[in-house]
Nanobody, 118 residues
Framework: VQLQASGGGLVQAGGSLRLSCAAS????????MRWYHQAPGKQRELVAS???????KYADSVKGRFTISRDNAKNTVYLQMNSLKPEDTAVYYC?????????????WGQGTQVTVSS
């Protein structure tokens, strides 16, 4: 299974970006999907998560600005990021809990850089 993240880039403060993360390979179903970010010199932190049924959770720092969604038919999770701030600058990683052959495994994407200029 591979997770391919895309959509990062350079944006001015107040701008928007939409990240995508598509899973491919031997997949029976995908349970929770998540986005994390990791700023230079800091630990990786959970930004948002979404269950297979569409229930969502957000870090306090992004509530009201970021929206996580998913397309189960495409095995893809999205992160719409609005009102971006310089402190949102980080590498963004997706992960997913994938079920196959009766077992669940957690996979990570390769990360996509988001840079917000002031």
């Amino acid at each position: 299974v591979q997770l391919q993240a895309s959509g990062g880039g350079l944006v001015q403060a107040g701008g928007s970006l939409r990240l995508s993360c598509a899973a491919s390979g031997s997949i029976f179903s995908i349970n929770d999907m998540r986005w994390y970010h990791q700023a230079p010199g800091k630990q990786r932190e959970l930004v948002a998560s979404i269950t297979s049924g569409g229930s969502t959770k957000y870090a306090d720092s992004v509530k009201g600005r970021f929206t996580i969604s998913r397309d189960n038919a495409k095995n893809t999770v999205y992160l719409q990021m609005n009102s971006l701030k310089p402190e949102d600058t980080a590498v963004y990683y997706c992960n997913a809990d994938v079920e196959y052959n009766g077992r669940s495994f957690r996979y990570w994407g390769q990360g996509t850089q988001v840079t917000v200029s002031s």
